[in-house]
C-alpha cells in the first residue's frame, strides 16, 4: 500500500475518531487499582491459531495468572490491523522488549477487544509473537470493567479500547496512561513507560 493511501486513511480515521475520546480524561482504574480484585471473573484468550484453541479447548486464561507475583507492562490498543496501533504502538514495545527486561519486567502483553485468532495473525504479521505477549479481549470484560471501552462504529469497528498502558506489579497498577482519544499516541507507547518504571 502506498504510504500516502496509509497517510490518507490514518488522517480519516482519526478524525472520525476523535470526536468520540476528545472530552475523556478518566476510567474506573487509576494507580493504585489492583486488576485482580477489581475485575476477579475476567479471564483473556491468549493469541493462536484456530487448532491450538481447539487443542486447548478454548482455555482462557484469568487475570490473576498473568499478574500475581509478577512485574508486568500491559497496553491496550483499539484493534489488530489498525493504522497507529501496526505502525507505531507495538513497534515501540517491540524495539524496546530488551530493555523491559533489563529493567526486571516479566512480560510485555498487548490487548485489544479482538478474538485470539486475528491477534496471532497480527502478531505473526508484525514479527512480535517472540517478544511481546498478545492476548484478546473478544468480548471486552477486562476493558468494561476498567472502564475503557469506546464505540467506534463510525469508523466501523464497533466496540473498542481507548489506547492505554499501565505498569502492573503483582497485579497492583502502579503506573497508568491514556491517550485523550484512541487515534493519538502521545502517552502510551513503550518509550515513555520506559521512562516511568
Known amino acids: 500500500m502506498a504510504l500516502s493511501v496509509l497517510l490518507?486513511?490514518?488522517?480519516?480515521?482519526?478524525?472520525?475518531?476523535?470526536?468520540?475520546?476528545a472530552s475523556r480524561a478518566y476510567a474506573s482504574v487509576a494507580v493504585g487499582t489492583d486488576l485482580i480484585?477489581?475485575?476477579?471473573?475476567?479471564?483473556?484468550?491468549?493469541?493462536?491459531?484456530?487448532?491450538?484453541?481447539?487443542?486447548?479447548?478454548?482455555?482462557?486464561?484469568?487475570?490473576?495468572?498473568?499478574?500475581?507475583?509478577?512485574?508486568?507492562?500491559?497496553?491496550?490498543?483499539p484493534g489488530a490491523y489498525t493504522g497507529v496501533c501496526s505502525a507505531q504502538h507495538v513497534p515501540s514495545y517491540k524495539n524496546n522488549i530488551d530493555k523491559f527486561k533489563a529493567n526486571g519486567i516479566d512480560s510485555v502483553i498487548?490487548?485489544?477487544?479482538?478474538?485470539?485468532?486475528?491477534?496471532?495473525?497480527?502478531?505473526?504479521?508484525?514479527?512480535?509473537?517472540?517478544?511481546?505477549?498478545?492476548?484478546?479481549?473478544?468480548?471486552?470484560?477486562?476493558?468494561?470493567?476498567?472502564?475503557?471501552?469506546?464505540?467506534l462504529s463510525s469508523a466501523l469497528l464497533g466496540p473498542r479500547s481507548h489506547r492505554w498502558s499501565a505498569y502492573v506489579v503483582d497485579g497492583k497498577i502502579e503506573v497508568f496512561n491514556l491517550e485523550k482519544a484512541p487515534s493519538e499516541f502521545e502517552v502510551s507507547g513503550g518509550d515513555v513507560i520506559l521512562g516511568q518504571i
Open 8 to 21: 490518507k486513511r490514518t488522517g480519516l480515521m482519526k478524525s472520525m475518531v476523535n470526536n468520540f475520546g
Open 110 to 151: 498487548c490487548v485489544a477487544v479482538n478474538d485470539p485468532y486475528v491477534m496471532n495473525g497480527w502478531a505473526e504479521r508484525l514479527q512480535a509473537k517472540e517478544a511481546i505477549e498478545f492476548y484478546g479481549d473478544f468480548d471486552g470484560s477486562l476493558h468494561k470493567s476498567m472502564d475503557l471501552m469506546i464505540d
Open 37 to 77: 480484585s477489581a475485575a476477579p471473573d475476567v479471564s483473556l484468550q491468549k493469541a493462536r491459531s484456530w487448532d491450538e484453541g481447539v487443542s486447548s479447548k478454548f482455555a482462557t486464561t484469568p487475570l490473576k495468572n498473568i499478574f500475581k507475583d509478577k512485574k508486568v507492562v500491559i497496553f491496550g490498543l
